[in-house]
């Protein structure tokens, strides 16, 4: 019903839609797309997300298309050499659903995680930020951010190499002890420590790198995209901004 109404309307407009008898179609998580989400029937990708739901408390935030990107995204920087960074961590859904994806198991390589596990830095927030320290009082306060810290280790307690680091970010950051970060994946939905990190990092970056932003586009969060883009012009790079509303750099 909702979808005969939906294309109704956009060819009301003009647009041709195609095929959509076929589709189920992906509504969820701020995109609606009658485009394929057939990673959704992989079943390397189930197993990868439900794991990582388990990771969460076993509450699903119907993020399928944003952790598809990250396992992309994770998958081609393990073809570089380098360690894993997250920063922004809560309780591990989309890193442990790499984790799981890849059957974490080279020595040579460890998955740095780190998190206050306690919210965010609240003077970390700049004014035009407002939005966010909102919604983020709000998690605070449903519960949606983890603290208990013991918690997350024993989530990740199977995988050897997985270093969970309690601490803000940046001071944190002097506690990563990884020569070359082949990945960087950042959450924290607050401007400051992600430039910080990002450019904490970039210099042990190598070409093939990624690093990917969780929260690069998302809405209500104009000022982060803004102040990547400052950042990364400054790095010499540019992030690509994606429908989920991630945003990409590929070093
Ligand atoms: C949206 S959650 C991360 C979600 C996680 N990446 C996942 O896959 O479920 C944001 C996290 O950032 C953390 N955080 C916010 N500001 C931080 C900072 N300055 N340093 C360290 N952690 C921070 C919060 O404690 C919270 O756990």
Redesign the pocket.
């Known amino acids: 019903m909702l979808k005969r109404w939906v294309r109704g309307w956009l060819e009301s407009r003009g647009y041709v839609v195609f095929n959509t008898r076929s589709l189920v179609g992906y509504a969820q998580d701020g995109l609606f797309t009658f485009n394929s989400d057939h990673f959704r029937r992989d079943a390397a990708f189930r197993a990868a997300y439900a794991r990582?739901v388990r990771?969460?408390g076993r509450v699903d935030?119907g993020?399928e298309w944003r952790?598809h990107i990250?396992l992309w995204a994770a998958g081609l920087a393990l073809r570089v050499e380098g360690d894993f960074v997250?920063?922004?961590?809560?309780?591990?859904?989309?890193?442990?659903?790499i984790l799981e994806r890849y059957g974490w198991s080279d020595p040579a390589r460890r998955f740095w995680l780190?998190?206050?596990?306690?919210?965010?830095?609240w003077e970390?927030f700049a004014q035009a930020e407002g939005g966010r320290v909102e919604a983020?009082h709000d998690?605070m306060a449903r519960g949606?951010?983890?603290?208990d810290v013991e918690r997350v280790r024993a989530n990740f307690a199977q995988w050897a190499g997985v270093e969970v680091v309690q601490?803000?970010?940046?001071?944190?950051l002097a506690r990563v002890q990884a020569e070359r970060v082949a990945f960087l994946?950042l959450?924290?939905?607050?401007a400051?420590?992600e430039r910080?990190a990002l450019e904490h990092f970039w210099p042990k970056m190598p070409a093939g790198g990624v690093v990917l932003f969780?929260?690069y586009a998302y809405f209500g969060n104009e000022e982060l995209a803004r102040t990547i883009d400052e950042a990364a012009r400054g790095l010499g790079a540019e992030v690509v901004s994606l429908p989920t509303g991630q945003g990409l750099i590929v070093r």
């Open positions: 990582g990771a969460n935030p993020t952790v990250a997250e920063c922004g961590v809560n309780g591990g859904l989309t890193s442990t659903a780190v998190d206050t596990f306690a919210g965010p830095v970390q983020a998690a949606a951010y983890v603290t601490g803000a970010v940046p001071e944190a994946h959450d924290m939905n607050c400051f420590p910080a969780d929260d």
